[in-house]
């Protein structure tokens, strides 16, 4: 069984910066992809960067740019940096890491969210 714990959303103006950060814990022999992923009121959930276990990323144009993901693989913890934060970033934020338990299986788990706010 995996854990995923998020922290770092919250309430910010237009223009500040948020870093979430999100830990994984449990039976994991290995960890491939680790990423954020985002869902608005309304709309459909949607990418918005990922990283590999080599350290090659991948981000959505909409945030390319402000936002970056980096990892400690030590501390099995992926992290969002935001700035240049706008009101359309505003939505809940889910960590997805995709690793290979002790049994040599892959799987796919998401945390639980965390609100980020982006007041105009």
């Known amino acids: 069984q995996v854990l995923l714990t998020e922290s770092g959303g919250g309430l910010v103006q237009a223009g500040g910066s948020l870093r979430l950060s999100c830990a994984a814990s449990?039976?994991?022999?290995?960890?491939?992809?680790m990423g954020w992923y985002r869902q608005a009121p309304g709309k459909q959930r949607e990418l918005v960067a990922t990283?590999?276990?080599?350290?090659?990323?991948n981000s959505a144009d909409s945030v390319r740019g402000r936002f970056t993901i980096s990892r400690d693989n030590g501390k099995k913890t992926v992290y969002l940096q935001m700035n240049s934060l706008k009101p359309e970033d505003t939505a809940v934020y889910y960590c997805?890491?995709?690793?290979?338990?002790?049994?040599?299986?892959?799987?796919?788990?998401w945390g639980q969210g965390t609100q980020v706010t982006v007041s105009s």
């Open positions: 997805n890491v995709k690793f290979v338990g002790y049994q040599l299986r892959t799987y796919d788990s």
């Open positions: 449990g039976s994991i022999f290995t960890i491939n992809t």
């Open positions: 990283i590999s276990s080599d350290g090659s990323t």
